[in-house]
């Protein structure tokens, strides 16, 4: 549409849900791009964001491609009176971030490994003192296999996921996308860092973005009590 000369922006609304609690999350071990099923507790997270989400008129529903994701995503929909209209699609682009040879690690030596380049010994000391965007680069710098994502690396995935959501959705559409608890809260970070109070992305949580051609503003991060 045309205003006074000036392409009016399209803006949608993308409500980012964390897939259910897994075996893997039960275990305290590390799930970036490897996989395992949703437990009982995972089941119902995805059923609870479902309820939650349930009186929205979705466009369309993504998930990134990984079984835990896909498995939250079909459980949600089918809360939606209007589920059988809903088209699916799965980016890979909304993965969680791969942590090379650290996956299926226990989540705790890992950053006992990783923060040893820096003389700390917890995942709250590493993300307190360097943030999540350079903690991505020293669990990418800790790989034996250099195989784990950078910040760069995880940040040009992303960044063409947003834009592939951009290029599937029209001004007003409100859409779900189901990804990962350490990619949303990346994605708080950069930007509404005021809302990162350093706690873990909830299993089944609810964040809601308005995303423009150039911005992404965040509405809410990791509600679990979401209102729709």
Not at 65 to 82: F, K, Q, V
Request: net charge negative.
């Amino acid at each position: 549409m045309i205003n006074g000369g000036l392409e009016e922006m399209k803006k949608f609304t993308a409500y980012f849900v964390r897939h259910g609690q897994t075996m893997l999350n039960h275990y305290n071990k590390v799930q970036g791009w490897i996989d395992s099923p949703l437990t009982a507790k995972g089941r119902a997270d995805a059923k609870r964001a479902g309820q939650q989400l349930s009186n929205i008129p979705l466009a369309a529903a993504y998930s990134s491609d990984s079984g835990r994701a896909i498995e939250t995503a079909r459980i949600a929909l089918r809360e939606n009176p209007d589920n059988m209209n809903i088209v699916t699609y799965q980016y890979p682009e909304f993965r969680e971030q791969c942590h090379g040879y650290f996956e299926g690690n226990d989540l705790n030596q890992m950053w006992q490994f990783v923060g040893a380049q820096v003389g700390l010994t917890s995942e709250s000391k590493v993300l307190g003192t360097y943030g999540l965007e350079k903690a991505r680069d020293l669990i990418h710098q800790a790989d034996l296999y250099g195989e784990a994502e950078s910040n760069d690396m995880f940040w040009e995935r992303l960044d063409r996921g947003f834009n592939k959501l951009r290029e599937n959705s029209k001004d007003g559409d409100q859409v779900m996308v189901v990804s990962h608890g350490m990619t949303i809260r990346s994605i708080i970070d950069r930007y509404a860092p005021d809302l990162d109070e350093g706690i873990a992305t909830i299993n089944g949580s609810i964040t809601k973005l308005e995303i423009t051609d150039d911005d992404i503003h965040v509405d809410f991060f990791n509600k679990t009590d979401f209102q729709s």
